[in-house]
């Protein structure tokens, strides 16, 4: 029972003593079934509590027993616990900030042979009057491995022998959306998984107050929305969970106007108890189910704020990320927007504290990287915007001893055309970009077991085609569930009458990239 | 040959490379003579095809559609065509695979397993040439038994039964039969509180009221239920709950989905005739006909054609650079593959890529499905009301008529007054010089002509002095703008007075099978046909069309339409399906638990013809339907999935209903049927999350604002939360079942939802409005609680129930006392009556309990 008045309690003390006293009430009677859930979230029960009201355990769609996300082991000993999804929405040019291609360069205002071109669909580009586009990039080497990148990537540089890149990347789909569903889901359409979607299905969560699979956007949000975080066929309950920037980062999770904490909890607990009155005449597992996913809603309630409460950070942690750098005046385009760069800043440090909470996979989008003409500009902000921050969650999760367990990847839907885009009804466009380019592009790796330093892959001379250990899609996702110990070929869902897993459509898993 | 792998193509700068390459695979090694003697299937072929081929082409895989250990499969070939050719083994695709002879298949077997040896390939070549024959023995898929599902539903006669006295409606018998048979006994007839509240979810989607409940149980007639349920399926709320369902399957959404994600603000008109159609019990025969075809009945009238729509819900992608052939190619297999799942029950979509490895549909069939969808064009209607039509008539002859008046005014000013200005601006410009002239924009043929006094010019240069002024004088400007403006301002219906159809293509479009499903890569061409398998189709034309298809569906033979058709309404009111697989009743899907129940509905369908109402009403006045759902100890054990139907299953009730429950509890549901979908109240920040703000979501006013959850606007790529955290389907492709999860974001949204919190005030008011208070405030909590749970669970608290919510009442009214602030808050806008501020909060906070409960979500 709830004391009152509660007037004198800060909300913050309310809200604790209601938690208190309402966990308490619920070690009592039929309590126990949530509780003896709660208790194997913490790790102090080994195995499924036993219970005479629910012998067969709340089962999820595909018919597994238990809650949805309890962790569970993969298939063999892992190397990476949590992944953070750099989704750069649109496909940035890999010519102008990880292939440098000085031929392309020398070869610049020189139209393609025919032959080359002849069986390509461009989305934009006019073939027959399109020239070849040099970069006006300069590349350096960086660390030790002598990773060259571009002068749009400074801090990352700094980062280089901890980052694997991949120059040797190749995609099925050449338009974003189709792409993009490639790249998170394995297959160019909707309804199937996404990558986090099945690794928190495998794997199950260790956060026990937020949810496993989280989706933080910067700027407009991209183009794929909710398709890109989806949990297809599998319950819902492996959805992305996608945290506004503004306001509560979880839909719904303040208390509607008037209601304290302290009647939260209060209301909580007459649900509760209602639930378990009706539990006892109606033994369904589904009950005790509801009942163990509000209690999980108001520690999430309690958690979720004092995740994205930056003032426990240091002053130097805050500006290694950049979560106060002035916004850029110098350039902008169709990545900008008020706050953009603070925003992302802010994004990369909330997606270290949840992993550091247990979180198993949080995807970071921004969009647009989609840079059909003015790239210089364009190019310049959204990099500028991702340089600083990246490379400070590469440092912070290294020096706090999680970039071994925490995998980062960067991974746009696709590359970008050596030629310029001469778009009909653009001819005279000075400032030019670059069209859509599935056969070549650049992807990065760091942590979780990704060989630091390592540059794998060739494409040819001016970044069209892979000319050396080519990289599908399908193969980076066999190898990111090898490091999560996922035999890929292996974690499959019956559904419509076929096993589908998140690499049917082939891939291999690369252990060139691995250590 | 187009091969979009990149790293085919040799590196820069030798890339004809590449191309040598090919030519020189596509140079053939002289076929040695084939070896003369007779060759033996058994001892000589079948031995050599089980070592080199049955792996990868036999029982258990068939790669690239083909089979080679059954005679007619190895026939009939794979996804490239005959693999045996008899008597011409340079044609037969098995001789050139292994003796690798074509560059694009490679040498087979595949991937470093041995090649056959020359003398293995000598002895199948003579096999080939002496005529391929097969051995006497050898089964052929012809003699095997046909999968169940193809055969057509005979007429099974009622089982009998020892416990007589429990059956309702025929279909118990086959329920009981069974359970009898496993020793199981049904569950007990559930209470008659729990029923109406069931009957009510189920049928209606909406929860009786306290007075409906009441009268229903005061009704001792034996009948009472049988009146009930035809009350409930006469009402029009029926066809809103079960189109909810059907729209399911037809992947109906308010808006294209893919990045530009646009609107369509008028797709709702297929939603419409949904509900209509079920409303009126439409026949499943003609309102499948009208959907796959009501553009070609003949006569359709105008509803045919709306219904057609369901072609229309696909996605459609108009981002920038989209090649429109792929986007109609994707569009085209969608409906193929919706039309295999809503009707046929097979997972047809396997075979775009491949011949179906597991049950009997090759590729080439499944294009034959794809061809009737590939005829037909996306087109507009406009489908005004009476009053619309007249509206845009009027308007158009008052359009017509002002632009009349303005052209008027324009020419009259150019005839009488123009001149005038005319003189007055040349006179403005006299002394000026031709470089003065020039720098006021004036071209160089002009300021040659002011040049001339006006006397000397010619009446051209007159003319054309007078063109160019027209164009600069204020005036004329002025009223040109005029015109211009009206005239891109005709009437036009307004938006929702089209609706989404299809029409057939002028001129059949070829079809060809895609090669591994990619529409870059044609192979043979195909005609509209079905698959061989299932009944013949009889054409009224020389080329099939989806007429045709969908009447081919409806013959009574048909051993799958009424089977999948009944499958799917026991499942929506049993929560399992006879066969549990409803979209796959191929040989990957499970198979029917209750076979000869299956075909006596299938049968019954159609004996009814085909009223799906009165296979609903048999369902839900059977006593399969009305057993109590309270999960029982040893049903536990020993029937966990509920295979023997002994209770009813205790299931969520889906997105759109949890939200309907709370609204219509809390007495604030609008309950105005169709017309456009509407935008409740969701999170500002939400809809920013799709691209080009295409989902600017504009909250609905007033009534509007209380629909049904089935009206809510469908944006794709930002559907709205509440409903995607109750597992509705994204509507990207045809759904035949949602999942049921159980969340944490659901526990926040009842919670604190705006729309759920201003169903909990709503609800608080009406529970001190409709019970007044009692001199003694413990009976006032009793009445209360009583009338509060009557109208959210339909039945009275348990004593344990009515204590604590006395407990969270009196807890709550202390809170308000001591935080009238946030009490004031809490009960909202509306000012309390009478009543004073406490006891109204008090009830508020009980409702959000109650509006929470699992009970309350939940059909028991």
Redesign the interface.
């Given at each position: 029972m709830v004391n009152f008045p509660a007037g004198e309690l800060s909300p913050q003390e309310q809200l604790a003593l209601a938690r208190r006293q309402f966990f308490t009430s619920s070690a009592s009677g039929l309590g126990l079934l949530a509780l003896s859930w709660l208790l194997k979230q913490d790790g102090l029960l080994a195995e499924e509590a036993p219970s005479t009201l629910a012998p067969s355990g709340p089962k999820d769609q595909t018919g597994r027993s238990a809650s949805p996300m309890a962790p569970r082991p993969p298939h063999f000993a892992p190397k990476a616990k949590a992944c953070i999804f750099f989704l750069p929405e649109g496909a940035p040019s890999h010519l102008d900030l990880f292939d440098p291609k000085p031929k392309l360069n020398a070869l610049h205002g020189q139209k393609l042979p025919e032959s080359m071109t002849a069986n390509v669909r461009f989305a934009f580009i006019q073939k027959e009057t399109a020239v070849l586009l040099g970069s006006n990039r300069k590349f350096r080497p960086y660390g030790e491995c002598g990773m060259e990148l571009s002068d749009f990537l400074p801090h990352l540089g700094t980062c280089a022998d901890d980052i694997c890149l991949i120059r040797s990347m190749h995609t099925d789909a050449f338009n974003h959306h189709p792409a993009q569903l490639l790249l998170m889901t394995g297959v160019p359409r909707f309804g199937r998984p996404s990558l986090g979607a099945w690794l928190t299905y495998g794997l199950g969560s260790e956060s026990e107050n937020l949810p496993g699979y989280v989706v933080l956007t910067a700027g407009r949000g991209g183009s794929g929305g909710v398709s890109n975080w989806t949990s297809g066929f599998l319950p819902s309950s492996y959805q992305g969970v996608l945290f506004r920037d503004r306001g509560d980062p979880v839909l719904n999770l303040a208390s509607p106007p008037g209601v304290t904490p302290a009647l939260q909890g209060r209301t909580l607990q007459a649900i509760s108890q209602l639930n378990r009155q009706h539990l006892a005449a109606v033994p369904d597992p589904e009950i005790a189910s509801r009942i163990a996913s509000y209690e999980l809603a108001f520690r999430m309630q309690a958690a979720a704020p004092e995740l994205v409460d930056l003032s426990q950070e240091t002053q130097a942690t805050l500006d290694m990320y950049g979560c106060d750098r002035p916004e850029p005046t110098d350039v902008g385009g169709r990545g900008s927007g008020p706050n953009v760069f603070k925003q992302f800043a802010r994004n990369c440090l909330l997606a270290r504290r949840l992993v550091e909470r247990g979180v198993r996979f949080v995807t970071l989008v921004h969009a647009s990287w989609d840079h059909h003409s003015n790239l210089d500009e364009e190019l310049g902000y959204c990099a500028r915007m991702a340089d600083q921050p990246l490379a400070a969650l590469i440092k912070d999760l290294k020096q706090r001893g999680l970039l071994d367990s925490t995998l980062l990847v960067f991974a746009g839907e696709f590359g970008r055309t050596p030629l310029g885009e001469n778009r009909k009804g653009r001819e005279n466009e000075t400032r030019l970009g670059r069209d859509h380019h599935p056969f070549a592009f650049s992807v990065w790796l760091a942590g979780g077991g990704f060989r630091g330093g390592l540059v794998y892959g060739k494409t040819d001379d001016i970044g069209w085609s892979v000319v050396e250990n080519p990289v599908h899609i399908h193969d980076l996702h066999a190898t990111i569930l090898h490091q999560f110990g996922f035999d890929h070929r292996r974690l499959a869902v019956k559904y419509k009458g076929l096993n589908v897993r998140l690499t049917d459509q082939g891939g291999r898993v690369v252990h060139d990239l691995i250590t | 040959m187009?091969?979009?792998?990149?790293?085919r193509?040799?590196?820069?700068?030798g890339?004809?490379a590449g191309?040598l390459l090919v030519a020189a695979g596509l140079c053939q090694a002289d076929e040695p003579p084939a070896a003369p003697a007779k060759v033996d299937f058994t001892t000589q072929i079948q031995p050599l095809l089980r070592k080199h081929c049955y792996a990868c082409h036999g029982p258990e895989q068939q790669e690239g559609g083909l089979r080679l250990d059954v005679k007619e499969r190895a026939l009939q070939g794979g996804d490239r065509g005959a693999a045996i050719v008899p008597h011409k083994s340079a044609e037969s695709w098995l001789i050139r695979a292994v003796t690798g002879q074509d560059e694009a298949l490679g040498r087979m077997p595949p991937d470093g397993k041995a090649p056959l040896t020359p003398e293995e390939i000598d002895i199948l070549r003579a096999w080939v040439d002496q005529g391929a024959p097969w051995s006497a023995t050898e089964a052929t898929a012809a003699s095997a038994p046909r999968h169940w599902s193809l055969v057509p539903p005979a007429d099974p006669p009622l089982p009998a039964v020892r416990h007589r006295v429990w059956l309702q409606q025929p279909v118990d018998a086959f329920i009981l039969a069974r359970q009898e048979a496993e020793g199981v006994r049904p569950s007990p007839p559930a209470s008659r509180d729990k029923l109406i509240r069931r009957l009510f979810l189920d049928l209606i989607g909406l929860p009786p009221t306290p007075q409906e409940v009441r009268s229903y149980l005061d009704d001792a007639h034996p009948d009472a239920t049988e009146r009930l349920v035809d009350r409930l399926l006469a009402s029009p709320h029926f066809g809103e709950r079960w189109g909810r369902w059907w729209l399911d399957l037809a992947r109906y959404a308010d808006s294209d989905?893919?990045?530009k994600?646009r609107p369509r603000p008028f797709a709702f008109h297929y939603r419409d005739w949904v509900i209509a159609a079920l409303n009126a019990d439409m026949p499943y025969d003609q309102f499948t006909v009208e959907q796959l075809a009501g553009d070609l009945v003949p006569e359709a009238d105008i509803g045919a054609r709306v219904a057609v729509g369901l072609h229309r819900n696909t996605?459609h992608?108009t981002?920038?650079?989209?090649?429109p052939e792929e986007d109609r190619v994707?569009k085209t297999v969608d409906r193929t593959n919706t039309l295999g799942t809503i009707w046929l029950g097979l997972?047809v979509g396997?075979a775009q890529c491949h011949s179906h490895k597991?049950d009997p549909l090759s590729q080439r069939e499944y294009y034959r499905l794809y061809a009737f969808f590939n005829d037909l064009d996306e087109q507009d209607l406009e489908i005004p009301t009476p009053e619309e039509a007249a509206a845009l008539a009027q308007a158009r002859q008052e359009h017509a008529e002002k632009r009349q008046e303005l052209r008027a005014a324009l020419e009259a000013y150019i005839r009488d007054e123009m001149p005038a200005a005319l003189a007055g601006w040349e006179a403005s410009l006299a002394g000026l010089d031709a470089s003065a002239l020039a720098q006021r924009k004036i071209p160089p043929d002009i300021v040659a002509i002011l040049a001339r006094p006006p006397q000397t010019r010619t009446a051209a240069e007159q003319d054309q002095l007078s063109r160019y002024y027209r164009r600069i004088d204020p005036k004329a400007a002025r009223l040109e703008k005029a015109v211009r403006d009206h005239e891109a301002k005709a009437p036009q219906l307004p938006p929702h007075a089209k609706a989404q159809s299809v029409v057939a293509t002028a001129r059949p479009r070829v079809t060809r099978i895609h090669q591994r499903g990619d529409f870059l890569s044609p192979g043979d061409e195909v005609s509209p046909g079905t698959p061989e398998v299932l009944p013949p189709l009889v054409a009224r034309g020389e080329r099939p069309d989806r007429l045709d298809l969908a009447r081919w569906l409806m013959d009574p033979a048909h051993p799958l339409t009424a089977r999948v058709a009944v499958n799917r309404l026991w499942y929506q009111l049993l929560g399992r399906g006879i066969v549990p697989?409803l979209?796959?009743f191929?040989k990957?899907?499970d198979p029917p638990s209750h076979p000869e129940l299956l075909d006596w509905l299938a049968r019954e369908l159609v004996r009814r013809g085909w009223s799906q109402k009165a296979i609903l009403r048999m369902l839900v006045t059977s006593a399969t339907y009305q057993q109590a759902?309270?999960?029982r100890?040893d049903l536990?054990?020993r029937d966990?999935e509920n295979v023997l139907f002994a209770r009813y299953p205790?299931r969520?009730v889906e997105a759109e209903i949890v939200r309907d429950l709370a609204l219509a509890c809390a007495g604030l549901l609008t309950d105005r049927i169709g017309g456009p979908s509407v935008r409740p109240p969701q999170?500002a920040?939400?809809a920013?999350?799709?691209?080009a703000n295409s989902a600017r979501w504009e909250e609905s006013r007033g009534a509007d604002r209380y629909r049904r959850g089935l009206y809510t606007f469908f944006q794709?790529?930002?559907?709205y939360?509440m409903l995607?955290?109750f597992?509705a389907p994204?509507s990207?492709?045809c759904t035949v079942r949602r999942?049921?999860?159980?969340?944490?974001?659901?526990?926040?949204?009842l919670?604190?939802?705006?729309v759920f919190?201003e169903a909990a005030q709503a609800l608080g008011r009406r529970i001190v409005a409709e019970v007044p208070a009692e001199q003694d405030p413990a009976q006032s909590v009793k009445l209360r609680t009583e009338h509060a749970f009557w109208i959210c669970l339909a039945r009275p608290p348990?004593a344990?129930?009515l204590d604590?919510?006395a407990?969270?009442h009196a807890?709550?009214r202390?809170?308000a006392?001591?935080?009238p602030?946030?009490?004031?808050?809490?009960?909202g806008p509306q000012p309390p009556s009478s009543d004073r501020l406490e006891e109204l909060a008090a009830w508020v906070?009980?409702a959000?309990?109650?509006l929470?409960?699992?009970?309350f979500l939940?059909r028991?």
């Open positions: - | 187009l091969d979009r792998r990149p790293w193509w040799a590196s820069w700068p890339w004809l191309s989905g893919y990045e994600d996605l992608n981002e920038g650079g989209i090649d994707k997972t396997c597991y697989t979209d796959d191929g990957q899907g759902s309270t999960p100890q536990i054990q966990p205790r969520r999170p920040e939400y920013s999350i799709t691209y794709r790529t930002s559907p939360p995607m955290t597992d994204d990207t492709e999942q049921t999860s159980n969340t944490p974001l659901q526990a926040l949204t919670l604190n939802d705006v919190f348990t344990a129930e604590t919510v407990r969270l807890d709550s202390t809170w006392a001591s935080a602030e946030q009490a004031q808050q809490l009960v906070s009980v959000r309990a109650l929470n409960l699992d009970e939940t028991e």
